[in-house]
C-alpha cells in the first residue's frame, strides 16, 4: 500500500530564517505530488503541484519555492521566511490524470517568529 | 476558476443520530469529481467520499452517503449513526484541473 511521509512535524522558525520541508511517497511510482498551505481556520490553499521529476508548476507567486528531486520527493523551500508564512502545510500525491483522488500527509505545523 | 462554498461553520448531532452536511459549488469544468475530506484534531486530511459528476447515482461508504444535485450544483453529506470519532472539520472539494477546497464544517458530536 502507499503511505506519504512528511517532515519535520512542528517547525517553529525566525523571520528571516530559511526553510525546508519534506515530503516523500512510498508504494507507487511517478506520482503526482502537491503542497498545500491552510492557514488558521480555512480551507486549503494550493501552492505547488508536480507531474514529474523536475516539472514544477506554482499556483500562488509568494515567498515559497518547491523541488522535486527524485520521483517521489517532493521538497517545499523558502529564503527568507516571513510572518506570513506560518500555517500548516500538507503534501499529497494522486496518481494518473490530475483528476484523480489525492491523498493527504499528517502535514507539518510552521510557526514563524 | 471553481468555487466551493460551505455555508455552515459549524454543526452538532447527538451521537446515532443523523447529520447532513451542506456544500455548493460552482464549475464551468464538464468533467469534474467532488470530494468529501475528514480533518480531525490530528489534521490530517482523510478522504471520505467521492462522486463523479458524470454518475447520477449517489456514493455512498458505510455511514457516509450524498446528495448530488447536479443541476442545482449541490453536494451534500449525510452522516448516519453519528460516532464520537466522526467529530472533526469536514471540508467539501471539487476537482476539475485542480482541487478547490471549501472553508470547512466543524462537526461536534454530542454524547
Known amino acids: 500500500s502507499q503511505t506519504i511521509h512528511q517532515w519535520p512535524a512542528t517547525l517553529v522558525q525566525p523571520v528571516g530564517s530559511p526553510l525546508s520541508l519534506e515530503c516523500t511517497v512510498e508504494?507507487?511510482?511517478?506520482?503526482?505530488l502537491y503542497w498545500y498551505r491552510q492557514a488558521a481556520g480555512r480551507g486549503l490553499q494550493l501552492l505547488f503541484y508536480?507531474?514529474?521529476?523536475?516539472?514544477i508548476s506554482s499556483e500562488v507567486p509568494q515567498n515559497l519555492s518547491a523541488s522535486r528531486p527524485q520521483d517521489r520527493q517532493f521538497i517545499l523551500s523558502s529564503k527568507k521566511l516571513l510572518l506570513s508564512d506560518s500555517g500548516f502545510y500538507l503534501c499529497?500525491?494522486?496518481?494518473?490524470?490530475?483528476?484523480?483522488?489525492?491523498?493527504f500527509g499528517p502535514g507539518t505545523r510552521l510557526l514563524v517568529l | 476558476a471553481q468555487t466551493v462554498t460551505q455555508s455552515q461553520p459549524e454543526m452538532s448531532v447527538q451521537e446515532a443520530e443523523t447529520v447532513t452536511l451542506s456544500c455548493t459549488y460552482d464549475?464551468?469544468?464538464?468533467?469534474?469529481?467532488l470530494f468529501w475530506y475528514k480533518q480531525p484534531p490530528s489534521r490530517q486530511m482523510i478522504l471520505v467520499i467521492r462522486?463523479?459528476?458524470?454518475?447520477?447515482q449517489n456514493a455512498t461508504e458505510n455511514r457516509f452517503s450524498v446528495n448530488f444535485q447536479k443541476a442545482a450544483k449541490s453536494f451534500s453529506l449525510k452522516i448516519s449513526d453519528s460516532q464520537l470519532g466522526d467529530a472533526a472539520m469536514y471540508f467539501c472539494?471539487?476537482?476539475?484541473?485542480?482541487?478547490?477546497f471549501g472553508t470547512g464544517t466543524s462537526l461536534t458530536v454530542i454524547p
Open positions: 508504494g507507487t511510482s511517478n506520482p503526482n
Open positions: 508536480s507531474v514529474g521529476i523536475g516539472q
Open positions: 499529497a500525491w494522486s496518481m494518473g490524470r490530475l483528476q484523480e483522488t489525492q491523498y
Open positions: 462522486q463523479e459528476a458524470y454518475k447520477q
Open positions: 472539494a471539487s476537482l476539475g484541473n485542480q482541487f478547490y
Open positions: 464549475t464551468s469544468e464538464s468533467d469534474y469529481y
